[in-house]
């Protein structure tokens, strides 16, 4: 099997999601149910345009070394510097072919077999985060579950499953306050101050990583709060219309936070440089999300195997067209915006 056939076979099973050879929320736009965003689709559509206009600066003229694309975080190392962003609901967003806890008993060991880790989704059903920190402990606590912000005690439930599975390091979607059925919960769920999320953290016990910064006051915030890790993230255009694009904003929080937590960003990341760019510009790893369900859906573990292969290469391509041989060696210079 190669990638197109991949893409092929997602095609046939993906319902709304058309498994696009270039996935920029362009078909897809505002589909929720489906792949698409919020309001008129304009972010997700965004996040992708902006990476683009980002050029990569080649230089050849250096001494030639092997190139190494690994990472370490937390204690374990990684063939990449990129991971699987976290999905949930995927038989409502995309087909029955899988459930969330087939999908990740599919993508929790796909991932950890090529070398990377997945982020696992959450959901209203409490089997969601049941099953899906099952597939960590599984595979070693080789995942990040990423648990929504819910009320006190509906996160207490879901740490003690976290800390069940032995995962290396665990995620809150904070930007997930936005989805409708948040909103309907009692006692309420959504935003947390700082104190509230240092209690979650210290709940925790192992490296917490909020996902869902925009601004530098988001990453200020977190870093005040304890987090080991934020995720430059607008939940992919799903939670608020006319969102800038985390291309626009990760550079300002890297200089404002840099050093103090590691740094991740997501949001129409799709090519080997891309990711360049994204660790250029600051970040430390970056995730992927659609593209990974469009892999799974399509090619199962060795559909996931052959896009991880494909973003990998094509990291590996740019490191070395643009000298630099560790992921350490890839600075500002190396890209124009």
Request: some cysteine.
């Amino acid at each position: 099997m190669e990638f197109k056939d991949v893409l092929e076979e997602a095609r046939k099973c993906m319902g709304k999601c058309k498994a696009c050879p270039i996935c920029n929320g362009m078909a897809c736009k505002n589909m929720i149910p489906g792949p698409g965003a919020k309001g008129v689709g304009d972010t997700a559509i965004r996040n992708y345009e902006k990476w683009q206009e980002i050029r990569v600066v080649m230089d050849t003229l250096c001494p030639k070394k092997p190139v190494d694309t690994s990472l370490e975080l937390f204690g374990k190392k990684f063939k990449y510097p990129f991971f699987a962003g976290p999905v949930g609901a995927v038989t409502n967003h995309y087909s029955d072919k899988y459930n969330d806890l087939t999908y990740n008993a599919v993508l929790v060991p796909g991932c950890a077999e090529a070398g990377i880790a997945a982020f696992t989704g959450d959901g209203v059903d409490p089997t969601v985060m049941q099953d899906a920190t099952k597939a960590v402990a599984e595979n070693g606590g080789l995942g990040v579950p990423t648990v929504k912000p819910w009320n006190k005690a509906q996160i207490e439930e879901k740490m003690a499953l976290v800390k069940a599975s032995n995962a290396f390091a665990v995620a809150m979607d904070i930007d997930a306050a936005g989805l409708p059925f948040l909103k309907k919960i009692v006692p309420p769920a959504g935003s947390k101050s700082v104190e509230e999320m240092k209690e979650i953290i210290q709940l925790a016990g192992r490296p917490f990583i909020i996902k869902g910064i925009m601004s530098v006051k988001g990453a200020l915030k977190a870093k005040e709060a304890g987090a080991s890790a934020i995720v430059v993230s607008n939940h992919g255009g799903r939670v608020l219309d006319q969102s800038p694009a985390t291309a626009e904003v990760l550079e300002e929080i890297v200089t404002a936070v840099k050093g103090s937590m590691k740094i991740f960003v997501d949001g129409g990341i799709r090519s080997g440089i891309d990711v360049f760019k994204a660790l250029a510009l600051g970040a430390d790893a970056v995730l992927i999300a659609r593209p990974y369900v469009i892999a799974t859906y399509g090619g199962g573990k060795e559909g996931i195997a052959l896009y991880t292969a494909k973003i990998g290469a094509e990291l590996a391509d740019a490191m070395e067209m643009c000298g630099a041989a560790t992921l350490k060696d890839i600075t500002r210079d190396m890209i124009r915006k």
